[in-house]
Nanobody
Framework: QVQLVESGGGLVQAGGSLRLSCAASGHTFNYYNVAWFRQAPGKEREFVAAMTWNGTSTLYTDSAKGRFTISRDSAKNRVYLQMNSLKPEDTAVYYC?????????????????WGRGTQVAVSS
């Protein structure tokens, strides 16, 4: 099990960028696959992006492809989500998740460890 803490959210205008960060604790974190999910008010939590423990494989939801990039820094035990060309529909609470499950799942129930989330708001 790992502990996850997200940061980097905020208010940004449409077309702007944000970089979310997820700090992880736990000496085995480098062997965990990681993911970002988001949840807008009144909606279910949805998959955004995921990366394998060694960074060799990534997965993105269609709306994130070409705009968002997931990355990790194993030396710092951190995971990032670079978000560019933000749209108002990207407004949500963004969550970091970790698990050893493979292939990378897109269902939230398949991921075991979660952070508390960071709010992203995109104004039009």
């Amino acid at each position: 099990q790992v502990q996850l803490v997200e940061s980097g959210g905020g208010l940004v205008q449409a077309g702007g960028s944000l970089r979310l960060s997820c700090a992880a604790s736990g000496h085995t974190f480098n062997y965990y696959n990681v993911a970002w999910f988001r949840q807008a008010p009144g909606k279910e939590r949805e998959f955004v992006a995921a990366m394998t423990w060694n960074g060799t494989s990534t997965l993105y939801t269609d709306s994130a492809k070409g705009r968002f990039t997931i990355s990790r820094d194993s030396a710092k035990n951190r995971v990032y989500l670079q978000m560019n060309s933000l749209k108002p529909e990207d407004t949500a609470v963004y969550y970091c998740a970790a698990d050893r499950v493979y292939p990378l799942p897109i269902l939230p129930t398949s991921w075991h460890d979660w952070g508390r989330g960071t709010q992203v708001a995109v104004s039009s």
